[in-house]
């Protein structure tokens, strides 16, 4: 070994060490926004079993609405259907992000009973505005302002 080429592992190790641990980082964060995905979708999926199974005891359509009106307060108070997120990069309100309606065979909203195929739920989250790392995002991927998670649940006992 040359006299010259001692220090050469040092200096790569110095130069590769900062992109290991932006790379390591970046894994770990990106984990941390996928479970904040999931559990959106699990929100999703839950209240609109809720929905479904409250549904199915209407007597008419603006029973319907008010049993999607009591599950929707559910998670709006944060009882015990709460939606935990992990990252402060999105944003989560089910006052102004959560909705829950009844879906006729053809898509849209239900007008009466004999219409009623379906629950549909959708929730939104937003890149939320007081983190910092959320700017980053938003100045390198203007995409990824938002996201919508829609979740339908049909039928089980159609009367």
Not at 21 to 49: E, H, K, P, Q, T
Not at 114 to 128: P, T, W
């Amino acid at each position: 070994m040359s006299r010259f080429q001692k220090g050469q592992s040092i200096v790569e190790f110095a130069i590769v060490l900062p992109f290991f641990f932006l790379l390591l980082f970046g894994v770990i964060y990106f984990g941390m926004l996928f479970s904040d995905y999931i559990s959106l979708n699990n929100a999703a999926r839950s209240s609109a079993r809720e929905a479904e199974i409250a549904a199915s005891a209407a007597s008419d359509i603006n029973d319907v609405r008010k049993r999607y009106q009591g599950v929707w307060q559910k998670y709006q108070t944060g009882g015990s259907e709460e939606v935990p997120l992990v990252t402060s990069l999105y944003s989560f309100d089910p006052e102004e992000n959560l909705t829950i309606e009844p879906i006729s065979a053809s898509g849209q909203v239900a007008g009466n009973m004999d219409d009623l195929e379906a629950v549909r739920v959708v929730i939104s989250a937003k890149l939320s505005s007081n983190s910092s790392l959320a700017s980053v995002f938003r100045k390198l991927m203007p995409t990824v302002e938002n996201y919508t998670i829609t979740y339908q649940m049909y039928q089980e006992h159609k009367k």
